[in-house]
């Protein structure tokens, strides 16, 4: 692992283990958003923030895909459509090496979508843009650590 993979790993773990109150460490969620609209990254980014999840986030699916090699995620949210690799093919891509993570998928045409592409690429979810914020948050929060 080179110096900047060490670097990226060390800056994204210092967020997940933040001391309690009680002196014992509290483990942060980390969720990746990949979306190319900034303001559905920074939005989420900031809601999320606020539950003490720790987000990073990627304005597309070949970013993603980058991230993934070096800082380990607990949850991906992905836009569907995206230029270049769409969230469908990128989170076929991660269920591939790294079937455990759960997926959401967030898209304006969630009709088009067919259950069976959806389970192959290990998509869990579909939120339909414009989705509620505290339901996200909510599957979010009940998915097993």
């Known amino acids: 692992m080179d110096?900047?993979?060490?670097?990226?790993?060390?800056?994204?773990?210092?967020?997940?283990?933040?001391?309690?109150s009680q002196g014992l460490p509290v483990v942060r969620r980390r969720v990746l958003v990949v979306d190319d609209e900034a303001a559905?990254?920074?939005?989420?980014a900031a809601?999320?923030?606020q539950y003490e999840?720790?987000?990073h986030t990627v304005p597309d699916g070949a970013s993603a895909l980058t991230l993934?090699?070096?800082?380990?995620?607990?949850?991906?949210?992905?836009?569907?459509q995206m230029p270049g690799i769409s969230g469908l093919e990128m989170a076929l891509e991660v269920h591939k090496t790294s079937p455990c993570i759960p997926m959401?998928?967030?898209?304006?045409?969630?009709?088009?979508?067919?259950?069976?592409?959806?389970r192959q690429a290990g998509i869990s979810r579909v939120f339909a843009k414009p989705?509620?914020?505290?339901?996200?948050?909510?599957?979010?929060?009940a998915l097993p650590f």
């Open 47 to 49: 809601w999320l923030e």
């Open 68 to 80: 993934l090699q070096t800082a380990p995620v607990d949850v991906i949210l992905v836009d569907l």
């Open 131 to 141: 989705f509620d914020l505290e339901v996200l948050v909510a599957w979010l929060q």
């Open 53 to 55: 999840f720790a987000v």
């Open 104 to 118: 959401a998928l967030m898209t304006g045409t969630p009709m088009a979508l067919q259950p069976a592409h959806l």
């Open 3 to 20: 110096s900047r993979a060490v670097l990226t790993a060390l800056q994204w773990e210092a967020p997940r283990l933040m001391g309690s």
């Open 40 to 44: 559905i990254r920074e939005i989420l």
